[in-house]
């Protein structure tokens, strides 16, 4: 374990399983607040841990302070280890979001046991160094410079594809015009 972090031990016992190829699916919710009055933003990411030790992640930042907690892909089912799985819940959840709060749940899916099934996940509170990616709705609105300088270059983009097409057609035609008396002045040389 890390330093400054929480270990949960879970302990389940006596489910009533309906048969041996059904599973529990056990759910945690994490959430992070902040109390200040700036506006401030959040992020989140769930994914598998780097560092080879079989094990899920998941990470909710609210401006620059992160919940990260760690979800291992073993338990003790029946006093044997197993592998158990961790996944995001949040679509079907309707999780808590927004630029000072943030909510997540994952599913911890326990296979069938007899006895009791023992899982153990551990959270940490971090300070980052960098503040969260913008998700933040006012931040992510573009500035009024910044839309005007947009148009105006759309606009601009415009304008140079239509120049370009009509000088296009007019030099073409020109171009049959051009032909044509030429055509006609080779006739009236051999007439």
Do not use: W
Not at 11 to 23: A, D, Q, R, T, V
Not at 56 to 69: A, E, F, R, T, W
Request: net charge positive; proline share 3%; aromatic share 10%.
């Amino acid at each position: 374990m890390n330093p400054s972090t929480l270990k949960y031990t879970i302990k389940i016992s006596n489910y009533p399983f309906e048969n041996s190829l059904n599973h529990l699916e056990l759910i945690m919710s994490a959430s992070m607040q902040s109390n200040t009055t700036d506006d401030i933003c959040s992020a989140k990411e769930f994914g598998e841990t780097t560092n080879g030790d079989n094990s899920n992640y998941l990470k909710i930042q609210v401006d620059n302070y992160s919940l990260y907690g760690r979800f291992i892909r073993r338990g003790i089912i029946d006093s044997t280890i197993r592998t158990i799985s961790n996944i995001l819940l949040d679509k079907d959840m309707n999780p808590i979001t927004s630029s000072k709060s943030l909510q997540s749940y994952i599913g911890i899916q326990i296979p069938y046991y007899k006895e009791s099934a023992i899982i153990d996940p551990d959270f940490s509170i971090l300070i980052d160094s960098y503040k969260a990616s913008s998700i933040c709705s006012n931040k992510s609105k573009l500035s009024g410079a910044k839309l005007a300088g947009i148009i105006i270059g759309c606009v601009a983009f415009i304008a140079v594809i239509t120049i370009s097409i009509i000088y296009y057609i007019l030099k073409k035609r020109n171009a049959k015009k051009f032909e044509k008396n030429i055509g006609q002045k080779m006739k009236q040389m051999y007439n």
